[in-house]
């Protein structure tokens, strides 16, 4: 009667099992594929199970409940799990299993006596569907094989324990164990059916078949002492409850490094050897190089890992040696400015985290990567700035070519052309020749002075003549605020200035000149400040400019063409600028490096 009331209390929580599943249909399977076969398959089998133990109680010992019975667990069930996980039969073996599997379990319906009761026919059912789901592992895709190591999980590690425990206990006790290990198989049955990857089953495979390995071994060693014991003693010795109790706790205290042992044996077979962690540490840091896809190979062979990869800051691969794993993790890589990237590293099959070994050659290696990642960065920083460079070089060179070909060429071509005409002129009509000659003077007189512009604007001679100082002097000289009125400059120079190099100089005198020009027609200030002197730089002297007017002080500056391009003139010498506001006016500094200019 206990085996029919398990059966009864089995096909019960089957049947809960599969309601709950076709409850949550929607949330498990959104495309709506939902495995209507097998899901009435177990509903069937659970419909059978309970009819049996029903006509079992009511009529008492018979053919029919005992056939039931037969169909519910040895055909329904098992065909069931044929189809599981996805309703359909192993690829490339077609419904063959299937058919296989009812047969075999029907034989135990036509032949009771031989297949049934003797269990043969549950047998030589199970181990088939054994084969079949293991043939389904092999040539299934990843989300598959989740889904089947859910119940490998379930079915493997709770029946041989109870199967083992059985010889120990009472039946009442194997009845209960039969139902506990029964409730465990149908949850991990869901999960993986419903949400197989809600949880990383290798990672509690593993846990599972530690522990249990252990927890099987310190009761062996629990049964030997109580073994060795009654020897010595000759006779069997009845311990006190609180001797036993000793006996079990000594024995219980090897099970934390009998369990690390284990899984060290565990890793070691699925994972291989590993190096050393600090000898890996040195293989990885010695590959460091511009290219970090050896270093990270090194990495990925020291420490047996499936994949390493670096990531910038906005996720995007940087460097991959690998392929991605189901499972990674996330390790920032940073310095004293903030974090420059991530190293993810593949964890391997069946963990859940990186081993403490492993975590000490990443942490060893981090500040080396994050060095990598910056210099990266610098590079794309220093590419980013040449680019700039090239690009102003060449806007000016396109401005020098659109001013000659568009201005100067012109007026060149004219004054050629109208001393043509006064020489034809000459002697047939003076006084027109004569005119010709005037309008010639005053087109040259043009060319000159779109000349000294464009010298003007490459370098002014006035910086080669009178200096840095009396060349800013000149210019504020002549500054107007937009109401035609004067800017009063106030040129300070507290020591002399030493001879600056042409692109100090230059560079100098544009980002004044931008200053004050915006000084005087946005600031809607009277007056303005221009320091020049030298300050203490980090490696050499640097020409500090600071550009202050009493303009507007509550609107903070938006940047435009002129600000940018004063901070692209200081950057071009490895100088800095800022420009800002502050509760007296506009503030423009700069500093420029003196070595930057000279050569």
């Not at 027609?521 to 030298?534: I, N, Q």
Request: charged share 20%.
């Amino acid at each position: 009667m206990i085996i029919w009331l398990s059966l009864g209390i089995g096909a019960a929580l089957l049947a809960v099992a599969v309601l709950i599943l076709l409850a949550l249909r929607r949330r498990a399977w959104p495309d709506g594929t939902v495995p209507a076969r097998l899901l009435g398959l177990l509903l069937a089998a659970a419909a059978t199970g309970l009819l049996a133990v029903a006509l079992r109680l009511v009529t008492g010992p018979g053919g029919v409940p005992d056939r039931l019975a037969v169909l519910s667990v040895v055909v329904l069930l098992p065909t069931a799990l044929v189809l599981y996980p996805d309703d359909k039969p192993p690829a490339g073996l077609g419904w063959t299993p299937v058919a296989v599997v009812a047969l075999c379990g029907g034989m135990g319906l036509v032949y009771p006596g031989l297949f049934a009761k003797s269990g043969l026919g549950e047998l030589v059912a199970y181990l088939l569907v054994l084969a079949a789901q293991w043939w389904r592992f092999e040539h299934t895709d990843v989300a598959g094989r989740r889904a089947l190591q859910w119940l490998a999980l379930g079915a493997l590690p709770g029946p041989l324990l109870a199967a083992m425990a059985s010889f120990a206990i009472s039946d009442v006790l194997a009845a209960v164990l039969d139902l506990a290990v029964w409730t465990v198989f149908l949850a991990c049955f869901c999960v993986g059916l419903a949400a197989p990857g809600v949880r990383d089953v290798r990672a509690i495979t593993l846990s599972v078949g530690v522990h249990a390995a252990g927890g099987l071994l310190v009761l062996a060693v629990f049964a030997s002492v109580i073994s060795l014991i009654d020897t010595v003693a000759g006779d069997r010795v009845v311990l006190s409850p609180g001797a036993l109790g000793l006996v079990a706790a000594a024995c219980a205290m090897g099970y934390p490094p009998v369990s690390r042992l284990l899984r060290q044996v565990v890793e070691l077979l699925l994972f291989g050897a590993r190096s050393d962690p600090i000898e890996a540490a040195s293989t990885v840091g010695e590959r460091l190089g511009d290219d970090p896809v050896p270093a990270l190979r090194s990495l990925r062979e020291s420490l047996a890992l499936p994949y390493a990869a670096l990531v910038d800051p906005a996720g995007q691969a940087v460097a991959v040696s690998g392929r991605p794993p189901e499972s990674a993790v996330r390790r920032a890589l940073t310095v004293a400015d903030g974090t420059l990237g991530y190293l993810d590293v593949g964890l391997r099959p069946g963990q859940q985290a990186l081993l403490r070994t492993d975590e000490q050659v990443v942490a060893v290696l981090a500040p080396a990567l994050a060095q990598l990642m910056q210099a990266r960065r610098f590079r794309a920083d220093l590419q980013a700035s040449r680019a700039s460079i090239v690009a102003a070089v060449e806007e000016e060179r396109r401005r020098l070519r659109r001013d000659l070909h568009d201005g100067l060429g012109p007026r060149l071509t004219g004054v050629a052309y109208a001393a043509d005409a006064a020489r034809n002129l000459l002697h047939r009509n003076p006084a027109r020749a004569a005119e010709l000659l005037v309008s010639v003077r005053a087109e040259a007189g043009e060319a000159i002075t779109d000349v000294r512009r464009l010298v003007e604007g490459l370098r002014p001679p006035s910086l080669d003549q009178v200096g840095l100082e009396q060349t800013v002097r000149q210019h504020a000289r002549h500054l107007l605020r937009p109401d035609g009125g004067p800017i009063e400059v106030d040129v300070r120079v507290p020591a002399p200035l030493p001879g600056l190099g042409a692109a100090v100089e230059v560079t100098a005198y544009r980002i004044v000149v931008e200053a004050l020009t915006n000084a005087a027609r946005h600031s809607g200030g009277h007056h303005a400040t221009v320091t020049l002197c030298l300050e203490d730089g980090a490696d050499d002297k640097v020409l500090a400019i600071e550009v202050r007017d009493d303009g507007r002080s509550g609107e903070q500056w938006v940047p435009g063409f002129g600000l940018t391009s004063m901070r692209e003139r200081a950057e071009m010498l490895g100088g800095t600028l800022q420009a800002h506001v502050d509760g007296t006016g506009g503030v423009v500094s700069a500093r420029l490096p003196l070595e930057a200019g000279r050569g």
